[in-house]
């Protein structure tokens, strides 16, 4: 059961990440600092670093915020019945990126900093795309339309590399047509090879 001090906590919490996201949206991520958070916020460095360990950690909350108020009932069940692995990266990707535009200013700050730490922390970091590809392979494995001579870690890391690649673009600022040609290109690399 919540108790009033959760909720204050909670409340607490949720007006520490608007005044940094405000912050960062104004001056841009790296012109912030965590003590301009605090001043902003109204709260004490002590109160702020028990919230958030770091800028990129307040950010993160704010856009996971965001993907659950987006979520839908039944969408892992209906990416699970789509007709095979093709059509469910592809449904993924388009949800991503339909995501991003929605939130273009948070997704663009965002974005920098976690393509910075895609590229450092490596495939044993297991954030949301991370677990939501590794569920997307054993589906595909389950399913006999994904190979079972390459290690599902693999398939997960090659994947990561094309979400990266396509993820670059949208913030280098590709326009959409562009970045669905490429999505279809980076799909059928992945999925058909580069060989004849």
């Known amino acids: 059961m919540e108790t009033r001090y959760d909720r204050r906590k909670a409340r607490t919490r949720d007006e520490i990440c608007r005044a940094g996201v405000a912050l960062m949206l104004k001056h841009g991520f790296d012109d912030v ?43 892992m069940e209906k990416l699970r019945q789509m007709a095979d692995s093709r059509a469910r990266f592809a449904a993924v990707v388009d949800h991503m990126f339909d995501f991003s535009d929605e939130h273009r200013d948070v997704m663009r700050l965002y974005g920098r900093e976690r393509v910075r730490e895609l590229i450092e922390s490596g495939p044993d970091e297991k954030g949301s795309l991370q677990g939501l590809l590794e569920r997307l392979v054993a589906w595909g494995l389950e399913d006999g339309d994904l190979r079972t001579d390459v290690e599902p870690p693999l398939m997960v890391a090659a994947f990561r590399g094309v979400f990266l690649g396509l993820y670059v673009a949208w913030l280098d600022g590709v326009p959409r047509r562009e970045r669905r040609r490429r999505q279809a290109a980076f799909l059928s690399l992945y999925f058909d090879g580069v060989s004849r």
């Open 33 to 75: 600092a965590m003590d301009d958070i605090a001043t902003e916020a109204d709260v004490s460095r002590g109160t702020l670093y028990n919230h958030f360990k770091s800028k990129f950690e307040l950010l993160r909350h704010h856009v996971r915020g965001l993907q659950a108020a987006a979520e839908r009932p039944g969408d």
